[in-house]
């Protein structure tokens, strides 16, 4: 019988007044999936961040995928705080992250980030060079390099992206 376990992160804005709930198949099992309700504030992007790197160490990843993992949710959140909602502080972003099997039998951490935004497809820019000095421009080289999959499907109302990591 699946047991739901509740819990807010202190620093996290809701959207709505309903608690952050998190799934677990049993008491003592690790979370299978947990889903976070946030404003687009970038004060969310630590506790968002902080949120899915204890998923993904719950799930076995070593320190340096977690790390990985949780860099690239911060910049992909980011870049929908910035670029679908033009920097707008009250917008819903609801992030999931999930323990599933991939083909082969492996396990992998799938994450969604569902905005209502402009729903632009980044992968269908062109690419500008990075330039260090000048702010912005890394978090789609950081998805590309760290994710096995990066997903953008356009919604009718904002875009759903896909971020895919299985554990090596």
């Known amino acids: 019988m ?6 807010v992160v202190s620093a996290m ?3 709505t007044d309903r608690p952050i709930t998190s799934s677990r198949s049993s008491p003592l099992s690790p979370q299978r999936r947990i889903e976070l309700k946030v404003a687009s504030d970038p004060a969310n ?10 998923f993904a160490a719950g799930m076995g990843f070593d320190e340096k995928a977690v ?7 911060n910049e992909a959140m980011a870049n929908v705080i910035r670029h679908a909602y033009q920097g707008r502080t009250d917008r819903p972003v609801h992030v999931t992250a999930a323990a599933e099997k991939a083909d082969g039998g492996k396990e992998q951490i799938t994450i969604t980030l569902r905005d209502w935004g402009n729903g632009v497809d980044p992968s269908t820019l062109p690419q500008r060079p990075h330039d260090p000095h000048t702010p912005g421009g890394v ?6 390099q760290w994710m096995d999959q990066v997903l953008y499907n356009r919604q009718p109302d904002g875009m759903l992206t896909t971020l895919i990591r299985p554990k090596r």
Do not use: D, H, M, N
């Open 2 to 7: 699946a047991q739901s376990t509740r819990f």
């Open 13 to 15: 804005r809701a959207v």
């Open 45 to 54: 992007l630590a506790s968002v961040r902080k949120a899915i790197e204890e």
């Open 67 to 73: 790390a990985e993992i949780g860099l690239c949710v």
């Open 139 to 144: 978090g789609l080289i950081c998805l590309r």
